[in-house]
């Protein structure tokens, strides 16, 4: 515990810093890092702030980008969703970066949303999120729902049984879309709306005595009870604490959690935690040549105790493509840039190959890991790479959307009336 609490005490306050050596604003590309540093989300996202101020540093050694060396502006919202807004502005109006990297929750992405559609910024969105979004001026690197969510919920009825869901969300957007979605899915596989247990605490919940009991009681009639968890920050302290403390196991009640990774267990005693279940596209354990040396480079900068994560995985192949891109086109020039994006592939760290589609999303493949003793995880099932799908198929109004910038200038293209809806000439 006092691992988990120093990184949400001791992240630091630091609202500005800069990576590497102080160059001349002209010979520098800036990269602007929009991270919380302090607050409930910094126990998650601080580490994405190192991730990309050593994407920066490796890059730099290797001669920069374009000949010009990367500036990193680093800056904390503190996980103050209006203040991600006010943030994002000042990374592109003042200290004028050339692109960010940052967000954790959809409650931060939508806040800075409105303020990188206007000056035309790029944002790279490195985390799982709900979907039901396609925007110009975004690249989204971690799941969307049909890669992560539909998956794990299909290993719950088809592996465990699992005939009773408890959805246990954080309150805010993606717990709720995501839910909306997978209680859609359920039904429609069969699962009656009684079975469906869903549940919202706030961020920083730390009194889950109740809500455990509950998702027990639900399992009083004999039927296999599972939770689906979204819970989100520092909150998953409390909740698996509880587990523990009233006994509940994986073989009686199993977890899967979309915003537990190793980062968040790393604090943990998970000695009770065994054989839980967490889906990402990425785990530390993952055993390919590419994951080695990820990891070896991580650990040398950051100490041994340092895990890697699927949202450090997401930055890496975000970074990398957007270095790639710009090499490319030869500017940093936002819309160039934007359009060089589409079609670029890079290795993931799992093997195989992402590769950045015409929705800006990521093909990326689907583990389910379960909890070992050690905090790391036991990948016991992998998919192929699946094209992340922005618009749900699932919920009526998205099963008719479809996001393609290159061919129809248009995030939400309604394939019935044949009309766009979100272009960007619409921002």
């Excluded at 990576?19 to 126990?43: E, F, Q, Y």
């Excluded at 717990?175 to 909306?180: D, F, G, L, Q, S």
């Excluded at 359920?186 to 730390?206: M, Q, R, W």
């Excluded at 930055?315 to 500017?331: D, H, L, Q, R, S």
Aim: one cysteine or more.
């Amino acid at each position: 515990m006092s691992q988990f609490l120093n990184k949400v005490l001791g992240a630091g306050a630091a609202t500005l810093m800069f990576s590497g050596a102080a160059w001349a604003a002209d010979d520098t590309i800036k990269v602007g890092v929009l991270h919380s540093l302090s607050g409930t989300m910094a126990i998650s996202e601080t580490t994405l702030k190192d991730t990309v101020l050593m994407l920066i540093d490796e890059q730099n050694a290797k001669g920069g980008v374009n000949g010009k060396m990367l500036e990193a502006v680093v800056v904390d919202p503190a996980s103050d969703w209006p203040l991600f807004a006010e943030k994002a502005r000042e990374l592109l109006t003042v200290s004028k970066v050339d692109v960010i990297f940052g967000c954790w929750t959809s409650v931060s992405r939508k806040s800075v949303l409105p303020v990188i559609e206007e000056l035309n910024g790029l944002l790279f969105y490195p985390v799982q999120y709900e979907g039901e979004e396609s925007s110009y001026n975004v690249f989204y690197t971690g799941a969307a729902p049909n890669q992560q969510a539909i998956p794990a919920t299909d290993y719950f009825l088809d592996e465990l049984g699992v005939e009773k869901f408890a959805l246990l969300g954080t309150d805010y957007v993606y717990p709720r879309t995501t839910n909306n979605i997978l209680e859609a899915y359920l039904k429609d596989k069969g699962i009656p709306a009684e079975d469906i247990f869903v549940n919202y605490t706030p961020f920083g919940h730390s009194d889950w005595s109740k809500i455990v009991s509950d998702v027990k009681a639900l399992g009083a009639d004999g039927k296999k009870v599972g939770v689906i968890s979204t819970i989100n920050g520092d909150a998953n302290i409390g909740f698996y604490k509880e587990l523990a403390a009233q006994g509940v196991s994986a073989d009686d009640i199993p977890v899967v959690a979309f915003s537990v990774g190793e980062e968040e267990l790393s604090g943990l005693d998970t000695s009770n935690l065994v054989g839980h279940l967490a889906a990402w596209n990425y785990f530390e354990s993952a055993d390919t040549p590419e994951n080695a040396a990820f990891i070896k480079e991580w650990k040398a900068r950051m100490g041994e105790d340092r895990v890697t994560n699927d949202p450090m995985e997401a930055t890496y192949i975000g970074f990398n493509m957007w270095v790639n891109a710009v090499e490319e086109a030869k500017t940093t020039d936002v819309d160039t840039v934007i359009k060089t994006m589409v079609g670029q592939k890079f290795p993931n760290l799992t093997g195989g190959t992402a590769e950045m589609l015409p929705n800006h999303h990521l093909t990326k493949p689907v583990l389910i890991g379960e909890i070992m003793a050690d905090g790391q995880f036991d990948i016991i099932s992998e998919t192929d790479p699946v094209p992340g799908d922005a618009w749900t198929d699932y919920l009526p109004d998205s099963a008719v959307l479809k996001s393609d910038w290159p061919g129809l200038d248009c995030g939400m293209y309604n394939t019935q009336t044949e009309t766009c809806v979100q272009k960007k000439s619409n921002y």
